[in-house]
Each structure stands twice: as structure tokens, then as C-alpha cells.
């Protein structure tokens, strides 16, 4: 028997007017939760935003939104007050800095539209602004530098070296192409501080690039990751994942990774329905439940729901994150997260943010506390001294059967010849997770999840955009904030 769960607002698809909401579980044996409103003028639409384990109910959990330092007014209404506006319940983690709209692909799928036109580079000295707006703003949060394709900003390693003076961790997003043909290019980035790159990487596959990308470009992917392994430059692999076109990979996707000390973990983004949609339909739509179950399907999957935690800053139906210890042969024991972890990078989220300059002991402290962080979370004691038997065989191909409880492991300490850098790049090796992040588009939103959104894109003049809001498109391929 069909049952309200909640009411919420949503948009029109077809117009992006915003509307009274339901939420309703159609079925409890198999989990099926939709969406459901009415436009006056282009109809009803219902759409199915969970389907399956965990339940939609289990997956919940407490959260108070957050008075946010507003930086615009409200007038419109939600999503178009963005900036951000007093109704939003959510500070930011993440910041994306978008350097180009240029693009070296013509992808069949792609957030902002990118590469349809000749585009343009921004400004550096505006670049060095944004920059010093965003730490003011936002604090220590994790600077993104995204596009377009950002390898074909000509300035990149200097505003990598810009943004290492603010913020306490560096990523860039990238289908990897530049970093596949320029040898340097890794190297230069290392060099001047980059934390982690964001590598696209939809699977193992030539036909799943021909699907997504316009062209097989696996060969690219691989040389790209070979790249920055010789130049020490940790990687994270960001699949699209459209149902019925890659999601079958993901477990292997998984298991080849694991493998690859580099490889720091797997950031799964389930296709949206925003910019350009060369795969549109909601027969393509990955829920979240749907996502985890693929993630541990198959002869190599080994990864369980109940080993997989909500968000602790964003908006719980937003992500989800497993966190792992990687031993040196690749096998990996579960860890239980911390509760404001809410995987925003191979170590988690940065210290807590500050809206004040950081000063170099200030920084100190702060990466001290990032070491108690990895510490607690991978469940040993704050005592440098205890070191603590796993207890149980760890996961990989050779042990699939492991407890679903997480054992309590203490990291070791580094010694004292080791520097403070030196333990927290050991510790990054060691540490290995698979997160994901379902966005929302005109068919899914529910301004709820919007107003807690934590991934925010800085836009001219000097606001902050959720994520979903800025690349929010109608029918027509128009949206408020993209153009």
C-alpha cells in the first residue's frame, strides 16, 4: 500500500517552476520511492528517486541545517537566490574554481555543456581574486579546480601554487588527456602542490568511452594514471556511470583499483540529466541504493551495503562513502568513518573551516588535527604508543567473507625521523575509499537536498552556487545560472 513519507518542494521539468512536493514509498519489498508534483501548466510528473537496499527510511539520519554567512538576498525564491542566499542550511566543503569553459572532448554527456564553442580562459589576476574571495568566504575548505578541462589553462601549475597557500587541499578535475601527452605536466603539479587529481574514468572498457565520451580513450585514461604515478601524484577515478551502460564495471572497476597503490580510491557519479544529454532518459537513472548494490555485484564484488555510511555535511540522499585501510598486497579492511566525514577526498574532509586568514602555525594545528582525524577514524586510540591486531582477514580476492563489523586498527605512528608530511602521505597510501555523489537535475530535485548542498562552483560576481543548482537545465537546454 502506497505511503506518504514526506512533503518537500520540487521544479516543473519542462519550465523549472518550483512546486509543492510529495514523497511516496509505492512498494516496501522493493523500496521503491518517487517524487511526485503537479505544474498547472505542463502536468503531473512522478520520478523515482530510490529503488532498493538500504531503504530509504534506514538511510536517514540526523541533521540541523547550518546559519550560513549569506551573500545574497532572497527574492525569487529557491534555486534562484543562489549566492549564497539566508535559506541555505549548509556551509561549504568542497569549492570548484572553474578556470576555462575549453574543452579538448566533445563528450555525449557533460555537466556544463563544455567544448561546443571556442570558449575562453579567465583572467589570472581574476583567478588570484576568486581564490583569495573564496578562503575569505568559505575557509578551509577543498579547492576543486575544474572547467571546461582545466589542463588547457596555460597558467595552471601557478594557480595550483596560488591555491596551495590557501587551502589545505588542492584537486583537479580532468579527463586526463593533457596529463596522457604532456610528460611534464604531472610533474609540474606535484611540484607545486596539487593534492589529488580527479581523474575522469568511466571503466575498462573502450565501448563504455565510445558510449559516454565519443571515442575510445582508455589507452589515454591508463597513460594518464602511469603519469602520475611517476610523478607521485595521487589519483582518484571518477566514473559516469549510466544503468545498463557501465554500472556491470563498477565492481570490477573496484577490485582493478584496489591493486594500485596510486589509485587513492573511486568517486561514483551516476549520470544526470543536465547540459548536454546524449544518453537522456530516466531508463539511464542510477539511484543511490542501486549505485551501492553495483558496486558489490558480480564474481569480483566483495563490497557490502551495510558497510556504506551517509554524508555527514550534505544533504543525506546526496552521497555515500566506504572507507577502507589498504594493506601492501591491496586488501583492504573496513573502517568505520567519522560522522562529519563526508568524502570529499582520499583523506576525508580538511579541518574545520575558518573565514579568517590562516597564519603558517595556525596551519600547524590544523594538519595536526588532520592526523588525529586519520587516527580516530581508522579506530585506534589518540595514544601514539597503541598498535592493535586487525582481528579479522581482510577483504580482496583471496577473502570475500569477511565480518561486517568493522575491527578497531590503530595506524602506526611515524617515527620520529619522519616529518609531519611524510606520515600523512603514509597515511594517504594507506587509506582507501569509494564514494559517491547523486546529483540532481530537472526530473529528481527536491530543494531540500538542494539547501543542504556542501559542493559549491564560484561564480562572478563573487557568489557561491550549489552544485545542482548551477548546472540545472529545463526542457529547452536553458538553465539560471549556466550562459
Known amino acids: 500500500m502506497p505511503r506518504l513519507l514526506e512533503k518537500t518542494a520540487s521544479l516543473c521539468p519542462t519550465c523549472l517552476k ?6 511516496w514509498e509505492l512498494d516496501d519489498e522493493a523500496g521503491v520511492v518517487v517524487l511526485n508534483r503537479v505544474c498547472d501548466e505542463h502536468g503531473a510528473f512522478s520520478t523515482v528517486i530510490w529503488r532498493g537496499e538500504p531503504s530509504f527510511q534506514a538511510w536517514r539520519r540526523p541533521k540541523k541545517p547550518l546559519k550560513v554567512k549569506a551573500q545574497t538576498a532572497k527574492n525569487l525564491g529557491c534555486p534562484l537566490d543562489c549566492g549564497l542566499c539566508p535559506d541555505h542550511g549548509q556551509n561549504p566543503c568542497t569549492v570548484l574554481l572553474e578556470l576555462t569553459d575549453r574543452c579538448d572532448l566533445g563528450c555525449p554527456v557533460c555537466f556544463a555543456n563544455s567544448g561546443t564553442t571556442a570558449g575562453f580562459d579567465q583572467p589570472f589576476d581574476k583567478l588570484l581574486t576568486a581564490l583569495t574571495w573564496i578562503h575569505k568566504t568559505a ?3 577543498v579547492l576543486q579546480l575544474s572547467g571546461g578541462e582545466p589542463t588547457l589553462y596555460p597558467r595552471l601549475p601557478a594557480i595550483v601554487a596560488a ?4 587551502f589545505p587541499a588542492v584537486q583537479l578535475n580532468t579527463n586526463g588527456l593533457s596529463l596522457a601527452q604532456d610528460p611534464d605536466l604531472a610533474q609540474a603539479l606535484a611540484q607545486n602542490g596539487l593534492s589529488w587529481v580527479f581523474l575522469q574514468f568511466d571503466g575498462l572498457k573502450d565501448e563504455t568511452y565510445v558510449a559516454l565520451r565519443g571515442r575510445p580513450l582508455l589507452a589515454a585514461k591508463l597513460k594518464a ?3 602520475c604515478e611517476k610523478a607521485g601524484l595521487a589519483v582518484v577515478l571518477v566514473p559516469t556511470v549510466a544503468k545498463g551502460v557501465n554500472d556491470q564495471e563498477l565492481a570490477d572497476l573496484v577490485e582493478w583499483a584496489r591493486l594500485r597503490p596510486i589509485i587513492r580510491g573511486i568517486h561514483v557519479q551516476p549520470l544526470t540529466q543536465t547540459g548536454r544529454q546524449g544518453l537522456s532518459g530516466e531508463e539511464y537513472r542510477l539511484t543511490l541504493p542501486e549505485t551501492i548494490k553495483a558496486l558489490g555485484a558480480g564474481p569480483t564484488g566483495f563490497l557490502r551495503p551495510s558497510w556504506a555510511f551517509p554524508p555527514g555535511c550534505e544533504h543525506e540522499r546526496c552521497s555515500f562513502h566506504f572507507r ?3 594493506l601492501s598486497d591491496g586488501r583492504l579492511i573496513p573502517k568505520v568513518p567519522q560522522s562529519d566525514d563526508c568524502g570529499c577526498g582520499p583523506l576525508g574532509c580538511p579541518p574545520k573551516a575558518t573565514t579568517k ?3 603558517p602555525l595556525e596551519t600547524d594545528l590544523n594538519r595536526t ?5 586519520i587516527i580516530q577514524s581508522w579506530g585506534g586510540p589518540k595514544s601514539a604508543a597503541a598498535v592493535s591486531s586487525p582481528g579479522q582477514e581482510p577483504l580482496g580476492s583471496n577473502s570475500l567473507n569477511a565480518p561486517q563489523k568493522s575491527p578497531a586498527v590503530a595506524i602506526p605512528m611515524a617515527k620520529k625521523t619522519q616529518t609531519l608530511d611524510d606520515f600523512l602521505a603514509q597515511a594517504t597510501r594507506e587509506t582507501f575509499s569509494v564514494t559517491g555523489m547523486v546529483f540532481q537535475d530537472r526530473h529528481n530535485m527536491d530543494l531540500a537536498r538542494l539547501k543542504g548542498c556542501c559542493v559549491h562552483i564560484y561564480q562572478e560576481p563573487q557568489r557561491l552556487i550549489p552544485f545542482c543548482a548551477m548546472n540545472l537545465t529545463a526542457a529547452n537546454g536553458r538553465g539560471p545560472y549556466r550562459g
Open 18 to 23: 518550483a512546486l509543492p512536493a510529495e514523497i
Open 139 to 141: 575557509g578551509q575548505v
Open 163 to 166: 591555491a596551495r597557500k590557501l
Open 225 to 227: 594514471i602511469l603519469a
Open 324 to 326: 577502507f585501510r589498504r
Open 357 to 359: 586568514p590562516t597564519t
Open 369 to 373: 588535527k588532520a592526523v588525529e582525524v
